[in-house]
């Protein structure tokens, strides 16, 4: 196990390096950070421009990518406060990202931690007699609000809670104006954007689950574990669960994994400052030093979650080893 984990560490560093760069090339190709800094300064000189060039190391042509990408690297790795600063406003990217990602982990976490618990629980139960009447509430209710799109979902609960009866906010992480930490403001705000995650994931594990359980529930060791006369429930709980769980691990971290890059639409809908709102405000202003650090950050979360869903193999199924 520890051969294993040493060398997928070693694997990742040239992995990481390899895809930032082909991201870094699209940011530049996709973006042009000298045009969004034409657009952000009418007035600048041909001298401005160059000088701009120069310290955020915006070299043309293929070699000029590749020095002007690792030059970033290195100043990257030295730490926040060697980051380049944004094209507009010349602002630090640290704190602001460090914000982003704060408040999308706090929504994410929580909702990731609702939807695993309450659907994999759901999927289990309802795995325990395919087509009696719970298994066909849990499919029925799984189906209908997971092809409810969020942006639908996310306004409905908007409507009906903030608008109509006025109990929870609409959006934000706090109303406006407030100063300090206040948790239950917090959690009031936090209430409908979870929901809508929640909603999701609840009804994307419930199905997995109950899948997974079908898949394994007429296998060799399940009927032994029967005819040894061992409880439904017993069964159910040390042997298919177990097994069952293995596909869940490889869903559930690339799931969390790619939380890290926000949630898009949901934090747009309820104006929440997470990574997605921060990537839709720098992407659309081609904001080159603000896109790359968070941009690494993601890569490099959905790797490690990748490791650590090969590392729950083992944990899961002793006959998988991890040499």
């Known amino acids: 196990m520890l051969r294993f984990i040493v060398r997928r560490l070693l694997w990742l560093v040239p992995t990481v390096i390899f895809i930032t760069y082909l991201v870094y090339v699209l940011v530049r190709i996709g973006w042009d950070p000298v045009e969004t800094y034409k657009r952000a300064n009418n007035r600048v000189t041909a001298a401005k421009i160059a000088q701009y060039k120069e310290a955020n190391y915006l070299y043309d042509g293929f070699w000029g990518w590749t020095r002007g990408y690792f030059k ?6 030295q730490g926040p406060d ?22 999308t982990l706090r929504l994410a976490g929580i909702a990731s931690f609702l939807g695993i618990t309450i ?5 289990t139960l309802a795995a325990r007699r395919p087509g009696g009447i719970f298994d066909t509430i849990v499919n029925f209710f799984a189906y209908f609000l997971g092809a409810i799109p969020p942006f639908v979902s996310g306004v409905v609960l908007q409507l009906v809670f903030a608008v109509e009866l006025g109990w929870l906010p609409a959006g934000g992480v ?3 104006g407030q100063q300090g930490f206040d948790l239950g403001l917090m959690i009031k705000h936090l209430i409908l954007p979870v929901t809508v995650v929640a909603i999701q994931a609840i009804s994307g594990y419930a199905r997995f689950m109950r899948a997974s359980l079908l898949d394994v529930r007429s296998m060799d060791y399940v009927r032994t574990a029967r005819a040894k006369g061992l409880g439904e429930w017993t069964v159910l709980r040390r042997h298919m669960v177990r ?4 596909p869940m691990a490889t869903v559930i971290a690339l799931d969390i994994g790619q939380l890290v890059g926000g949630l898009i639409i949901t934090e747009n809908i309820f104006n929440y400052p997470g990574t997605g709102k921060y990537f839709i405000k720098h992407a659309f202003n081609g904001d080159l030093p603000a896109l790359m650090p968070f941009l690494v950050i993601l890569i490099i979360s959905v790797l490690v979650f990748n490791l650590l869903a090969d590392l729950s193999y083992a944990k899961l199924d002793p006959r998988i080893k991890l040499g």
């Open 82 to 103: 060697h980051w380049l600063r944004t094209i507009k406003g010349r602002a630090l990217v640290y704190p602001e990202l460090r914000y982003s990602i704060f408040n």
């Open 119 to 123: 659907g994999i629980s759901l999927g």
């Open 72 to 77: 970033w690297l290195w100043s990257f790795l």
């Open 243 to 246: 097994n069952a769980m293995i």
């Open 174 to 176: 706090y109303p406006p």
